[in-house]
């Protein structure tokens, strides 16, 4: 260095890094900090150029986080997930704000709410390739509105405890479970904002007839059936094998081999069982697709390719619950703890119609 720019008034003190201090000429420290404040720029731009993803979901939406960090590092941007409660208030939600989307993706609504999704007009039509490896009998929408990630059987579950301890049979119907013998048993969610809830109700139409359905279940509430808004508060909170006093819980068949999975010993059978009483079944289908209004058309197709690849749909099962849309995929040994009722209906007319008259007579009935 020239002797001027070794004098102490011309140097500049800075930390190279923690303990670790370094003198500068002024022109050289200037360039140093010219330097730093590019490279933070440039940081800042690049943060600024990934595009973020909004994928709005129900409330049970579970993936394996490495899985969601790989699609970002793929596609070069961020997924944000917005859970907006059980899949029933989600599309409502979704209806609201139709004209100021949410995201630009959403998981979880499934064949019963599809036609109302349908008619509010907030799907926009992607036919994904992946779909080639989902059975045809799987597919939701031909048009491409929403694509068929995974599928299940909503039933009841039964706590096998407590019947052993109260010494009382299972009922073997539907009219069964309406005497008075079953009152205050039994805990289901509420159609109109639960999809689990919703495919009950179809299945009952489908055994009874519309009138007599909306009958049953307006004897039931009489007999102290209770009615929840999703099915989290319904099986975490109200069924008796996590505290509640219901002993008989609206799920999946499903549910079950979740129990063995969960239980912090290993246990050789499941403490819950299934409820198959005939017409009590539905087999729900669940997708995702596409918001209308998306700013990132080509970032959501990608996603909903990304929820059919391998990965994804072989991690769906242990996490979730249901069973993977795509084809050829082994489940894990636990799912003998499962079942696959052989009356389950997909029947779905009329639903939003329904909806509304179950509000009106099981809901308000006595306001």
Request: glycine letters at 6%.
């Amino acid at each position: 260095m020239r002797e001027a720019e070794t004098d102490p008034k011309n140097l500049i003190q800075f930390m190279l890094a923690e303990g670790e201090w370094a003198f500068l000429p002024h022109a050289t420290a200037r360039g140093f900090y010219m330097l730093k404040w590019l490279m933070l720029m440039g940081a800042l731009a690049s943060t600024a150029s990934a595009a973020t993803l909004t994928v709005v979901t129900h409330d049970s939406f579970d993936l394996d986080k490495a899985l969601v960090a790989k699609f970002e590092r793929e596609h070069d941007a961020k997924v944000r997930f917005v859970k907006a409660g059980d899949a029933g208030a989600m599309l409502s939600r979704l209806i609201l704000t139709k004209n100021a989307p949410i995201g630009d993706v959403v998981f979880g609504l499934d064949n019963s709410l599809l036609p109302r999704a349908r008619e509010a007009g907030i799907l926009e039509p992607y036919k994904s390739s992946a779909l080639a490896n989902v059975p045809a009998k799987l597919h939701l929408d031909p048009s491409g509105l929403l694509t068929t990630v995974d599928y299940g059987y909503v039933a009841l579950n039964y706590d096998k405890a407590w019947f052993e301890k109260k010494k009382l049979p299972l009922p073997k119907t539907l009219e069964d479970l309406a005497t008075a013998r079953y009152e205050n048993l039994v805990v289901v969610q509420n159609p109109a904002t639960s999809s689990p809830g919703l495919a009950f109700l179809l299945a009952t139409v489908r055994h009874f007839g519309e009138d007599r359905a909306l009958k049953w279940w307006s004897d039931m509430r009489a007999g102290g059936m209770k009615i929840t808004r999703g099915w989290n508060d319904a099986y975490y909170t109200d069924f008796t094998r996590n505290g509640g006093k219901y002993p008989i819980v609206l799920s999946y068949a499903s549910s079950p081999a979740a129990e063995v999975f969960y239980a912090t010993k290993k246990l050789g059978d499941s403490p819950t069982a299934n409820l198959l009483l005939p017409g009590s079944s539905f087999l729900q289908l669940e997708g995702v697709g596409v918001l209308k209004g998306t700013a990132h058309r080509e970032l959501a197709r990608a996603f909903v390719d990304f929820l059919l690849s391998p990965a994804v749909q072989a991690d769906i099962p242990t996490r979730m619950w249901v069973y993977p849309a795509r084809s050829g995929l082994k489940l894990a040994d636990v799912y003998r703890f499962a079942q696959e009722p052989r009356d389950a209906t997909s029947n779905v007319n009329g639903a939003a119609s329904l909806v509304d008259r179950f509000t009106r007579t099981v809901m308000r009935a006595g306001r």
